[in-house]
């Protein structure tokens, strides 16, 4: 039977049911009975003859939310009369706006808005070209940019597809960093014409969040946009991602007592979110680190590599280990996962070095169930917010950006990484560090704040 565990999955049934508030309980008895969880019960209306009840529970997933309405359509005295998705009645009509930060009620304030007024503006930043982050909404703009080939947990599904996932990133800018933020969703998955694209729209911009772009191909976009444009470009998936697993990894040899200098890491998943991880852990001091992908451990000098592996193979895996993933978790302090699920056994856990850390941070699914990994590791996370210790890159970016935008930095540099890093992982202080808390939650008031100060160098 399968259990409810996110509310991202929540429904709302319409009843038409007897009058008669006994039958509202046998309606929760049946969800429970199939593993649905009842979060709310609303009677919207009642007559002599009839009660109109709004049910919400949280189930599984899209297939485990058919079960509950037929557990409920089968109570004697229930007429399922109508079933919304709250997921997707919160995305009707999109999850953004844009809205005027001055008034425009009267002819003055026309006037000053728009024409004349607007012209004297535009006239300054032309004589001052320095002076358009002042006086427009670029120095607190950034776009997010997709092409639509890499959506966490669905892949190439195309811009269209992956405008919910950017809208909702634009959200959470705007909820976390105070950043304007905009979708930006390219038609094209050339390299060229995506470079080319950013390149025409960065004048309106104070900085670009490129999104859901697959590897290799994200890894050439950036670089080219760095060198050609005069504001931050920042691969968030990469490098967010590295900053949050870092954050994390500090705090877990904090609990076990172990430092990031003389740890053996195995990183599972060589693309993106792996090859940046695997970049800011050297540069804060790992000197062994394993990278296992889909075909085996990578090894320096092993030229059926693809460029980009032959790259990361030659920084990393000093003691030259090969063979499959369990081969390289032997001795190993850490575990890092970005990869897919199901990849790494509970029981190989076991067969690492004593005071293991695990981070299995496939989406949906991890690499290794977390509760099933936690009786053999010491510490556990995921990137799952059903499980303690989520690594989330909502810690990161809109902090990094709040930063660069108020620095008004041309670039992000790995030393500020590392800062945001640190301003992450001592958020949580010493008393409230354990386990099971090694990671800041999102809504921490102090965390954002501590990572745009980092990234500023305040």
Not at 74 to 82: I, L, N
Not at 242 to 256: E, W, Y
Not at 289 to 308: E, M, N
Request: glycine content about 8%.
């Amino acid at each position: 039977m399968k259990t409810a565990t996110a509310a991202s999955n929540s429904i709302t049934m319409r009843l038409h049911t007897a009058p008669d508030h006994g039958v509202v309980g046998a309606v929760a008895t049946a969800i429970s009975a199939v593993g649905g969880i009842v979060t709310a019960i609303d009677v919207t209306d009642s007559s002599h003859d009839r009660l109109v009840v709004d049910v919400t529970c949280s189930a599984a997933d899209a297939e485990h939310a058919v079960e509950l309405e037929k557990a409920v359509a089968v109570v004697e005295g229930v007429t399922v009369h109508k079933v919304s998705d709250r997921t997707f009645l919160a995305h009707l009509g999109g999850k953004i706006e844009v809205g005027s930060k001055v008034p425009l009620k009267t002819r003055m304030d026309l006037s000053i808005a728009y024409t004349p007024g607007v012209g004297r503006v535009s006239k300054a930043i032309a004589e001052h070209p320095e002076d358009v982050s002042r006086l427009t909404i670029k120095g607190n703009t950034v776009a997010v940019v997709t092409d639509g080939s890499a959506v966490l947990g669905l892949g190439n599904i195309g811009p269209g597809a992956a405008l919910p996932v950017m809208e909702g990133k634009a959200a959470l800018f705007k909820r976390f960093g105070d950043i304007d933020a905009w979708p930006i969703c390219l038609a094209t998955q050339d390299t060229d014409e995506i470079v080319r694209a950013v390149e025409l729209i960065a004048p309106g911009f104070g900085g670009i969040n490129l999104e859901d772009i697959a590897a290799p191909r994200c890894f050439e976009i950036e670089a080219r946009l760095r060198e050609r444009l005069d504001i931050p470009v920042f691969h968030d998936d990469q490098h967010g991602t590295a900053i949050c697993v870092l954050a994390g990894l500090t705090n877990a040899l904090r609990v076990v007592g172990k430092r990031l200098e003389s740890v053996k890491v195995v990183v599972s998943g060589g693309g993106a979110a792996g090859t940046a991880i695997v970049g800011l852990l050297l540069a804060a001091g790992v000197t062994d680190v394993v990278v296992y992908d889909r075909h085996g451990c990578l090894v320096d000098g092993d030229d059926s590599l693809s460029p980009a592996h032959r790259e990361l193979a030659a920084r990393t895996n000093p003691r030259r280990v090969a063979g499959d993933l369990r081969a390289a978790l032997q001795g190993a302090d850490v575990f890092i996962g970005v990869s897919a699920p199901g990849v790494l056994q509970p029981e190989w856990i076991a067969e690492m070095a004593e005071q293991a850390v695990v981070f299995a941070m496939a989406n949906p699914d991890p690499e290794v169930d977390p509760v099933a990994a936690a009786r053999y590791a010491a510490v556990v996370a995921s990137g799952r917010s059903d499980f303690p210790n989520q690594i989330n890159n909502v810690l990161a970016f809109p902090g990094v950006f709040r930063g660069l935008l108020d620095a008004r930095a041309p670039q992000v540099s790995t030393e500020m990484m590392l800062r945001a890093a640190d301003a992450i992982a001592h958020v949580v202080s010493d008393a409230e560090l354990n386990p099971s808390f090694i990671i800041p939650s999102v809504f921490h008031p102090d965390v954002h704040t501590a990572v745009a100060n980092a990234i500023a160098g305040h």
